[in-house]
Every structure is written in structure tokens, then in C-alpha cells.
């Protein structure tokens, strides 16, 4: 069972830890957006791939600043 008074664990708290976890997460997001197109969203919007690459840099990419 889970303790609640148990200290959090050092790793977790390391903030080159956090960094790397908040950059791993927005490049996988990226990453998956572009490959995977979500939806067939191209036939949605009649947008290029390339035009997809920024679209979806500007709504995932802000989670790192």
C-alpha cells in the first residue's frame, strides 16, 4: 500500500530530472503529432505536412519555455 508520509524521493525532485522529463514529453508529443496525424487531420484542414510540423511545434513546443 501507498504511504503518504514517506518522503519523496531525491530523483524525483532533481530539477536536471523535471527538465529533461517537461523536454522528453513535448519532443514525444511532437514526435507522435507528425507521424501519427490524429484523426486524418489532413483531410480536415488542408494543411502540408510541413505546415502540420508548425502547427503543432507552436502548440506543443511553448510547454518547455
Known sequence: MFDIHQPIPAYLLAKSNIVRLIIFTAAFALLFINIYAPFDLQ??????????????SLVTLPECW
Open 43 to 56: 483531410s480536415w484542414y488542408k494543411v502540408t505536412k510541413w505546415q502540420l510540423l508548425v502547427y503543432s
